[in-house]
């Protein structure tokens, strides 16, 4: 059950106030327990109701770098490939991992609150993979401790070793989770209100995610961690989806995008990436019109030849420079962001079946993995997601029959099919897109003449706020020495695949 007023987040924020605001961007604040209160006057389930609703909701939207990295999202200007204060993703990580982390220890060593543990637990996996999956090698077994074992200055973990840990804390939670116990965090919990077997479920489901995107780095690791993970119950139909849904009672509870079109008077200051349209144009996808608009001039086309099929779509290349290339991507001719992201209120994903889906199609095409083959799994997933949108039984058994939904050729260009079809049914998780893109080099992604300070690749990764080079800086100094520096084409350990990045085959004037 979803809770669209989120159990009225003011009366939380209220609650935990000095935990949030406590916490901004000084350094030293991110690394010590900011509470002003007793942990006797803490409620750890309000603390996951604001935990939530921080990671899922707040500024959460399809634009801005990430997601232009990620192929969802272009710009109509900015240097996207200059480089800048990264710190806003890593100062709201380490905020919620402050609050999350409390949350455990509040609940540990309680056998009566067992599943609470556990659930926090989860969501501080989840907060840490994002983190490491954008920056690296970060702060971990000494981040975040309680304010009688802080270390101002943590050190930074390696990437391997976190993904062990992250692994192995997935396994432990989803073991630990026990639906025989009546305490749990009921309406509190923005994404499943408590119930204990779809928590266990995503768990896995996250689990199988995080051992695919090692495979590359470790294919023993990922082999092992899969083949291990399948014998468990996986997220398995759309009922059992992880999302938050927004709300319209409090502005900071509404969706990001919708309050950021009206802050701008109504205009979308950006465009549909090229990657994610040319994908959707494929077999005329029944999708397409839900994610994105058609082009302006093409819709006066239709309307003045009554004429639906003349309808339009497309994207805009990243990295557009100069007057050609501006030339040849006008206003008129361009794609945005369809209605439905356009709402106050939203349902944003933290996971859902058909990611699971395009995960065992990979594990099973590319891996051996599992009983069911590939194309199933594959099919599966594109139905799952079209579902999710809404899209008609006809139109889906239509597409379906499409070349495009099965799985052809060898095995790469198997895994370019899965990725492709996995890119659209992750949006709008400009997150997991970039770090799919990354670790596979797919969808290939059209880029236009600017260089910037990255010659004119997609970053690899983000570059660590200016303020750990002065705070921490001698852990900072020694994390970035052992990754190859802190550059944006450095790449994270599990960014080790040899092939990528793919060229584009196209031209940003075809």
């Given at each position: ?17 000095v935990?949030g ?19 006797e ?10 935990v939530?609703?921080e ?5 959460n939207?399809p ?6 990295f ?11 490939f ?5 710190g ?7 905020n919620n991992?402050?609050?999350v ?5 509040l609940?540990?060593?309680n ?12 969501m501080?996996?989840y ?6 999956d ?20 943590p050190?930074y973990?390696t ?13 432990e939670?989803?073991?630990?989770l ?37 495979r590359y ?19 398995q ?18 969706n ?10 109504g205009?979308?200051n950006?465009?549909m ?7 959707l ?5 029944p ?9 302006p ?10 004429d ?6 497309r994207?805009?290349?990243?990295g557009?420079?100069?007057?050609n290339?501006?030339?040849?991507y006008q206003d ?19 996971m ?8 065992l ?8 993995l599992g ?14 997601n079209?579902e999710?949108?809404?899209v ?7 597409f379906?029959?499409d070349p ?11 895994l370019?099919?899965?990725?492709r079809q ?7 998780n400009?997150?997991?897109a ?11 992604i059209?880029i ?7 010659d ?5 990764r ?9 705070f ?17 084409l450095?790449k994270?350990w ?6 990528v990045?793919f060229?584009?085959p ?5």
């Amino acid at each position: 059950m979803k809770y669209s007023n989120l159990i009225k987040m003011f009366s939380v924020i209220a609650t935990v106030l000095v935990i949030g605001n406590s916490c901004t961007d000084d350094f030293e604040s991110l690394n010590t327990d900011p509470s002003l209160l007793t942990k006797e006057q803490l409620d750890e389930a309000l603390l996951l109701t604001k935990v939530q609703k921080e990671v899922f909701i707040s500024d959460n939207k399809p634009t801005g770098r990430i997601a232009s990295f990620a192929g969802y999202w272009a710009s109509g200007g900015g240097l996207i490939f200059d480089a800048t204060d990264y710190g806003g993703e890593f100062n709201k990580g380490y905020n919620n991992l402050l609050n999350v982390s409390e949350i455990i220890r509040l609940t540990n060593n309680n056998p009566e609150k067992i599943n609470r543990n556990a659930i926090a637990r989860v969501m501080r996996v989840y907060i840490f993979q994002y983190l490491t999956d954008l920056y690296g090698d970060i702060p971990y077994s000494e981040a975040v401790q309680p304010s009688e074992e802080v270390i101002a200055q943590p050190k930074y973990d390696t990437q391997e070793s976190i993904y062990k840990d992250m692994l192995n804390e997935l396994k432990e939670a989803a073991g630990d989770l026990d639906e025989n116990s009546t305490d749990n965090f009921g309406s509190a919990d923005l994404i499943y209100a408590g119930d204990i077997i779809k928590w266990k479920k995503l768990a896995n489901s996250l689990r199988l995610r995080l051992a695919l995107r090692v495979r590359y780095v470790d294919p023993s690791l990922a082999s092992t961690e899969i083949s291990d993970v399948l014998t468990s119950d996986f997220i398995q139909d759309n009922s059992e989806n992880a999302f938050v849904t927004t709300s319209d009672d409090f502005e900071s509870n509404q969706n990001s995008l919708y309050n950021e079109i009206v802050f701008n008077n109504g205009a979308i200051n950006g465009y549909m990436g090229k990657a994610i349209i040319d994908i959707l144009n494929e077999g005329e996808d029944p999708r397409r019109p839900i994610m994105a608009t058609p082009t302006p001039r093409s819709v006066a086309l239709a309307e003045s030849q009554d004429d639906p099929s003349l309808l339009n779509y497309r994207g805009r290349p990243i990295g557009l420079l100069g007057e050609n290339e501006f030339a040849m991507y006008q206003d008129s001719v361009l794609s945005k962001v369809g209605v439905k992201y356009r709402e106050p209120i939203v349902d944003l994903y933290v996971m859902d079946y058909s990611e699971v889906c395009f995960a065992l199609a990979e594990s099973k095409s590319i891996l051996g993995l599992g009983q069911t083959d590939a194309d199933t799994w594959y099919k599966r997933g594109i139905r799952a997601n079209m579902e999710l949108h809404g899209v008609d039984n006809a139109d889906i058994d239509e597409f379906m029959l499409d070349p495009i939904a099965t799985l052809q050729g060898n095995a790469e260009e198997q895994l370019e099919q899965i990725i492709r079809q996995k890119s659209v049914a992750l949006f709008p998780n400009i997150y997991e897109a970039f770090a799919e893109w990354r670790r596979t080099g797919y969808p290939k992604i059209l880029i236009g003449s600017m260089v910037g300070d990255t010659d004119g690749q997609i970053p690899r990764r983000l570059t660590y706020p200016f303020a750990e080079a002065n705070f921490n800086s001698s852990n900072y100094e020694e994390a970035s020495d052992r990754i190859g520096g802190d550059g944006l084409l450095t790449k994270v350990w599990w960014d080790a695949n040899p092939n990528v990045p793919f060229e584009h085959p196209g031209s940003i004037f075809d």
